[in-house]
């Protein structure tokens, strides 16, 4: 149990374009998930808190214009990437909280590889 | 602010041997901890979670929590080559909403054959 996906899993656009991706939990439901960004041989970096029903918490320096984050339903998630530029290629993650009583425990998805050309 | 320190490596092990992998934290209050592993251009994945002051063993992996000292550490008996991978130490934020992990940097582990 405790499988997340994502899709697509690698994307290559041009300047200027809009990427979605999606990420989905399959065997339970996430009332929490979050997307990360990591760049090569660096740190996962939190973007934002994506609860459903409500408006998303992006952390500090994370532009809420520019990464749209809808979390529509209680096993999907959104993030797009408006007007793409090459600064914004990265390893885009996101994670489902998943709650079992008491104890809770974040599971990521595969991640997207995004290329901005 | 919150934080979680890990020693970043490299460590190097020979392969069977005992890797052991620390990792400290600031908030006497947490308690919950978790170790992922991260491969080389892929996602982390969840190797083991820890609520309880001691020990906990799953499979070759080893979790030990001490809550007086602030330390959890991860031990991986009978080494691999395929366990060469960077591990992260993870601690919920205590906060009631929006539980945001505060993640160590990692630890680079490479067990050699």
């Known amino acids: 149990g405790a499988v997340v996906s994502q899709h697509p899993s690698w994307v290559i656009c041009k300047s200027g374009t809009s990427v979605k991706i999606e990420c989905r939990s399959l065997?339970?439901?996430?009332?929490?998930m979050f997307w990360y960004r990591q760049f090569p041989k660096q740190s996962l970096m939190l973007m934002a808190t994506?609860?459903?029903?409500?408006?998303?918490?992006?952390e500090q320096g994370v532009e809420k214009d520019k990464f749209l984050i809808n979390h529509a339903s209680l096993t999907l998630s959104t993030l797009t990437v408006t007007s793409a530029h090459p600064e914004d290629s990265s390893f885009y993650i996101c994670?489902?909280?998943?709650?079992?009583?008491?104890?809770?425990?974040?599971?990521f998805g595969p991640g997207t590889r995004l290329l901005v050309l | 602010q919150k934080e979680v320190e890990q020693n970043s490596g490299p460590l190097s092990v020979p392969e069977g041997a005992i890797a052991s992998l620390n990792c400290t934290y600031s908030?006497?209050?947490?308690?919950?901890f978790f170790w992922y592993r991260q491969y080389s251009g892929k996602s982390p994945e969840l190797i083991m979670s820890?609520?309880s002051n001691g020990d906990k063993e799953d499979g070759r992996f080893t979790a030990q929590l001490n809550k007086a000292s602030q330390y959890v550490s991860l031990l991986i008996r009978d080494s691999q080559p395929s366990d060469s991978a960077t591990y992260l130490c993870?601690?919920?934020?205590?906060?009631?909403?929006?539980?945001?992990?505060?993640w160590g940097l990692g630890t680079s582990l490479a067990v050699n054959p």
């Open positions: 820890i609520y």
């Open positions: 908030d006497r209050g947490s308690q919950s």
């Open positions: 065997d339970f439901q996430a009332t929490t």
């Open positions: 994670s489902a909280r998943r709650l079992a009583g008491p104890i809770e425990t974040q599971y």
């Open positions: 993870a601690v919920p934020e205590n906060a009631v909403n929006n539980r945001k992990l505060i």
């Open positions: 994506s609860n459903e029903g409500s408006k998303a918490t992006y």
